[in-house]
């Protein structure tokens, strides 16, 4: 019976396949294809949509879009950032991932054709979710994939946005997960937690990757750290009060991008944010909820490089040219 099952859907998507390259590769038309395998239009037509859904297809456009290279120069030219990915934003949507997931997952997908050895670091998110779902399955095992952070909620639980898990299964490279909770209970609780043997390792490891990717986090009411039951109302006002604009795996930083001497960052298990002046750091964000705290972690140069959407882009290089104005 599973046999059965595995031999039915390996000829579904074998038939997806090649209804995909018909329509997207040859420019048949739908009519034509159905004539062609000898099924109705309708099964054609969902054959070619399963071929997108399944990414068995990978639509590219070739046209640069002039605006959004603009922009990504402005980005690198206001910040000094060493690289910058701008995709065009839905007005519908202005906060839709699906374009900074695809472009980052492009960005992985680079280093990942690498024969040589390549440590990736990955925080958590939604964002970052997004980009490792847009990775096509590879055979990767000569690299390795560390996260930055505790993959344990409070009570225990998995965290629902780790993407390294997932991502090693799709390129099958080793993976080192963060043995941690996000938060240890107190100062002395974490320096036990970060003295043990596999917790030195994955630091060691963090702190040596060829590329690291992160999200970032806004600091509101919508703050994933308020969202995931990290925060408390209080906290939250206290923070904000002390001047906090946003976090990057889990560490809390003010509007200048300096880490806070604050009580949560005392707690915080994630590993220490690389160095990015020494080694690639990209974050991948967008939303008009998260300039503010995109712009600080540009200004404290905590990160080297962004993929975002216009709409943030064209916000973000306006409050840079405001601050340079100021300066």
Known sequence: MTIGRF??????????????????????????????????????????????????????????????????????ETFG????????SDPEAP???????IAAAAELDLILKSPEPRI?????????????????????????????????????????????????????????????????????????????EPVRNTMALCAEADFTLVGIGQMSRQ??????????DADLAELLAAGAAGEITSWIYDSAGHLMDCDFNTRVASAPIPRAADRPVTAVAVGEGKVQAIRAALRGHLINGLITNEATAERLIAVGAADKSKA
Request: positive net charge; proline residues 5%.
């Open 223 to 232: 703050a994933p750290l308020m969202v995931d039951g990290f925060l408390s």
């Open 95 to 101: 906060d839709l991932l699906t374009g900074v997931a």
């Open 120 to 196: 990736i670091a990955l925080g958590t998110g939604r964002a970052l979710k997004a980009t490792v779902e847009q990775l096509p399955a590879m055979d990767c095992p000569q690299h390795r994939v560390v996260s930055l952070l505790g993959n344990m909620m409070s009570d225990g639980s998995a965290t629902p946005y780790n993407a390294v898990i997932r991502m090693a299964d799709r390129i099958g490279a080793r993976h080192y997960p963060y043995p941690l909770p996000v938060l240890a209970k107190d100062a002395e609780e974490l320096r036990i937690l970060h003295g043990q």
């Open 81 to 88: 950032l060493r690289t910058a990915e701008v995709v065009p």
């Open 7 to 76: 031999s039915s859907e390996t000829t579904r998507l074998d038939d997806a396949a090649r209804a995909g390259w018909l329509y997207y590769v040859a420019g048949n038309t739908q009519d034509e294809i159905a004539r062609k395998l000898g099924i109705s239009r309708q099964t054609a037509q969902r054959l070619v949509a399963m071929a997108v859904s399944e990414r068995l297809v990978k639509v590219r456009i070739d046209h640069p879009i002039g605006r959004c290279m603009d922009l990504s120069r402005g980005l690198i």
